[in-house]
């Protein structure tokens, strides 16, 4: 119980630290005031830029809503991402789960392709990394496979679905 009463502490700082230093393009409140556990939070403007054409933007100015969900042991185990608004990503699971290395478990991994180092910071890292990963997609780990296909081999169909979100997450204003 203390340390869920600790974890509640740490994260009611830390969104307090957010409301007051707000990281570009991300805003976040509770889901239900009395759960600190359980955060709604909004990416503003996602901006995806294609590789090889780094200076061109893909898709901007979406809104895309998720909800960060905190483990009681937080800090020592890191919070689920799973977005509830509409996404087309290879690095976000066709559910809306978000599959970066800062979101896996403390400790060395299974699978042996990631350093603890890379693994598991705090929520405004969390935050930034989200953002990076939209914005620069890894096909060579996929959790979406089919999205990676796109973006690899049908870089325009690619486009053309995330443009489509975008317009789709604009009208849901």
């Excluded at 937080?74 to 699971?93: A, D, I, K, Q």
């Excluded at 914005?135 to 060579?140: A, F, L």
Aim: hydrophobic residues 35%.
């Amino acid at each position: 119980m203390a340390a869920t009463s600790q974890a509640s502490l740490l994260l009611q700082k830390q969104l307090k630290d957010l409301t007051r230093n707000p990281v570009d393009g991300f805003s976040a409140g509770l889901v239900d005031d009395s759960n600190v556990f359980e955060w709604n939070v909004t990416i503003i403007g996602l901006l995806i830029r294609s590789s090889e054409d780094s200076h061109l933007p893909i898709a901007e100015g979406g809104y895309f809503n998720a909800i960060m969900s905190f483990p009681p042991n937080y800090p020592n185990s890191p919070p689920t991402v799973r977005f509830t608004s509409e996404m087309w990503h290879p690095n976000v699971y066709p559910d809306g789960r978000v599959c970066i290395s800062i979101l896996h478990p403390p400790g060395d991994d299974p699978n042996g392709y990631e350093l603890a180092s890379e693994r598991w910071t705090p929520v405004e890292s969390i935050v930034l990394s989200i953002i990076s990963m939209l914005s620069s997609p890894n096909d060579e780990s996929p959790a979406n496979v089919e999205a990676a296909k796109d973006w690899r081999d049908r870089r325009e169909e690619f486009k053309k679905k995330v443009r489509r979100i975008v317009r789709k997450s604009q009208e849901m204003l």
